[in-house]
């Protein structure tokens, strides 16, 4: 089946507006978050922290924290909201409307990817609030916005269409994915740890993720970035491809 852009346009519409005309819960959290993060880490601990890669510490931890709201928000629109359709079966209206399995899953993903970016950006006018932050290499970070945005944005459709109840996305935000974000180097530079320590961190995706978006705001990254966004480029195609065969083949979506 073609893709239709009119269906594709009103079932992106339909979930944009869904989290815009919910500020409260979708855009305060992050805020508050942030600024204390802010507070916190880069004023209070980086008066006493030395310039960890020739930049003063709040300014490193800007990227990470960057990431962490971009994909928590990116995993939390899609997942929720396919769980919630499959829970009240409203997603029915979807699946039963002429649109081929990508766009519907390209609405899905797209309508993500824009409340990961939208809260990126609020994250980062926060931190200007408290330093002066400047992006040296747009066109990186652009594109490393977009590919981890998309991946996780696909990755929560997977999670949507596999969970049997509420309990279970909270333990996949909560437990798995804020900590390896954590663990990715948000709060301390690859070169700092021991060599063993530092070797398995390397398995850690979101090390390159953060490091892929410092480079765009800071030009410093202790990984390649050019083989980091093609890796993440390739795998965010995967996930998406992932999200349309399962929509083919009704994971989740029938009883």
């Given at each position: 089946?073609?893709?239709?852009?009119t269906?594709?346009?009103?079932?992106?519409?339909?979930?944009?507006l869904?989290?815009l005309?919910?500020?409260?819960?979708?855009?305060?959290?992050?805020?508050?978050?942030?600024?204390?993060?802010?507070?916190?880490?880069?004023?209070?601990?980086?008066?006493?922290?030395?310039?960890?890669?020739?930049?003063?510490y709040?300014?490193?931890?800007?990227?990470?924290?960057?990431?962490l709201?971009?994909?928590s928000?990116?995993?939390?629109?899609t997942?929720?909201?396919?769980?919630?359709g499959?829970?009240?079966?409203?997603i029915?209206?979807?699946?039963?409307?002429?649109?081929?399995?990508?766009t519907?899953?390209?609405?899905?993903?797209?309508?993500?990817?824009?409340?990961?970016?939208?809260?990126?950006?609020?994250?980062?006018?926060?931190g200007?609030?408290?330093?002066?932050?400047?992006?040296?290499r747009?066109?990186?970070?652009?594109?490393?916005?977009?590919v981890?945005?998309?991946?996780?944005?696909?990755?929560?459709?997977?999670?949507?269409?596999w969970?049997?109840?509420f309990?279970?996305?909270?333990?996949?935000?909560?437990?798995?994915?804020?900590p390896?974000?954590?663990?990715g180097?948000?709060?301390y530079?690859?070169?700092?740890l021991?060599?063993?320590?530092?070797?398995?961190?390397?398995?850690n995706?979101?090390?390159?993720?953060?490091n892929?978006?410092?480079?765009g705001?800071?030009?410093?990254?202790?990984?390649?970035?050019d083989?980091?966004?093609?890796?993440?480029?390739?795998?965010?195609?995967?996930?998406?491809?992932?999200?349309?065969?399962?929509?083919?083949?009704?994971?989740g979506?029938?009883?």
């Amino acid at each position: 089946m073609s893709f239709d852009t009119t269906g594709f346009l009103a079932l992106l519409r339909r979930e944009v507006l869904r989290f815009l005309r919910r500020p409260r819960n979708t855009f305060l959290p992050p805020f508050i978050t942030n600024v204390l993060y802010f507070s916190v880490f880069g004023v209070i601990l980086g008066e006493r922290i030395d310039q960890i890669a020739g930049v003063p510490y709040i300014l490193f931890i800007l990227p990470g924290l960057v990431v962490l709201g971009a994909i928590s928000n990116a995993f939390e629109n899609t997942s929720f909201n396919i769980f919630h359709g499959r829970w009240n079966r409203y997603i029915e209206e979807v699946l039963t409307s002429p649109l081929s399995y990508r766009t519907m899953v390209g609405a899905y993903v797209l309508a993500a990817a824009t409340r990961g970016a939208i809260v990126g950006i609020l994250i980062a006018l926060i931190g200007a609030f408290f330093t002066s932050v400047g992006v040296v290499r747009p066109l990186y970070l652009v594109a490393f916005g977009v590919v981890i945005t998309v991946l996780f944005a696909g990755l929560g459709v997977v999670a949507g269409l596999w969970a049997d109840d509420f309990d279970d996305l909270t333990m996949l935000n909560q437990f798995i994915l804020r900590p390896l974000v954590f663990f990715g180097g948000v709060f301390y530079s690859l070169n700092e740890l021991p060599g063993t320590v530092q070797q398995v961190s390397l398995l850690n995706p979101m090390i390159y993720m953060v490091n892929g978006v410092r480079y765009g705001f800071l030009g410093v990254s202790e990984v390649d970035p050019d083989a980091s966004l093609a890796v993440l480029s390739g795998l965010a195609l995967v996930v998406v491809g992932l999200d349309v065969v399962l929509f083919r083949r009704g994971y989740g979506l029938s009883e």
